[in-house]
T-cell receptor, first 115, second 111 residues
Framework: EPEVTQTPSHQVTQMGQEVILRCVPI?????FYWYRQILGQKVEFLVS????????KSEIFDDQFSVERPDGSNFTLKIRSTKLEDSAMYFC?????????????FGPGTRLTVL | SQQGEEDPQALSIQEGENATMNCSYK?????LQWYRQNSGRGLVHLIL?????REKHSGRLRVTLDTSKKSSSLLITASRAADTASYFC???????????FGSGTKLNVKP
């Protein structure tokens, strides 16, 4: 069964450094998402992406964050200058063609630790 | 609020028993989806029920939806230790394509 993959599984970085989290959505999916989960807290929506542009973003997704689909398979989340509070699990998700109301399939996540 | 809220927050049962989790939401929905999350892992999609459906089955899972009460329930029959996880409902609000997740129900199935 097709699945969403994410790399790396764990990223450790120093405060102020830039990080790029990578995701390979399910091929032929057109809608892409990033969520995050701070340890012990809810899964929070960050951003959705369709047709090469952001379709929605939450208030968490400030100017430090950006997303990109640099080629036909990857979907990336960049944090420009990481803060301690960015430490969390970051989940990528994708959904299919029919409509934006289709099932979202989640990747296994990248654990980001900011020191 | 567009998120679902799960109830109870925690549920502990013996293997073989049934587990029932409830979800309430506040707005009109297009569909409602249930997800499972094992500790520290990604969310796994379990089942989707559309707003015009009242009940749906998938293996040991049974989901009901009552749009008049804005509630849904997930029943896991003959539970197994491997069912131990957190379970989340995700109401899909019309014309919005993001999910708002609640705090989930943490299910512990004791062997």
């Amino acid at each position: 069964e097709p699945e969403v993959t994410q790399t790396p599984s764990h990223q450790v970085t120093q405060m102020g450094q830039e990080v790029i989290l990578r995701c390979v959505p399910i091929s032929n999916h057109l809608y892409f998402y990033w969520y995050r989960q701070i340890l012990g807290q809810k899964v929070e929506f960050l951003v959705s992406f369709y047709n090469n542009e952001i379709s929605e973003k939450s208030e968490i997704f400030d100017d430090q964050f950006s997303v990109e689909r640099p080629d036909g398979s990857n979907f990336t989340l960049k944090i420009r200058s990481t803060k301690l509070e960015d430490s969390a699990m970051y989940f990528c998700a994708s959904s299919g063609q029919r409509s934006s109301t289709d099932t979202q399939y989640f990747g296994p996540g990248t654990r980001l630790t900011v020191l | 609020s567009q998120q679902g809220e799960e109830d109870p927050q925690a549920l502990s049962i013996q293997e073989g028993e049934n587990a029932t989790m409830n979800c309430s939401y506040k707005t009109s929905i297009n569909n409602l989806q249930w997800y499972r999350q094992n500790s520290g892992r990604g969310l796994v999609h379990l089942i989707l029920i559309r707003s015009n459906e009242r009940e749906k089955h998938s293996g040991r899972l049974r989901v009901t939806l009552d749009t008049s009460k804005k509630s849904s329930s997930l029943l896991i029959t003959a539970s197994r230790a491997a069912d131990t996880a957190s379970y989340f409902c995700a109401p899909r609000v019309n014309n919005f394509n993001k999910f708002y997740f609640g705090s989930g129900t943490k299910l512990n199935v004791k062997p």
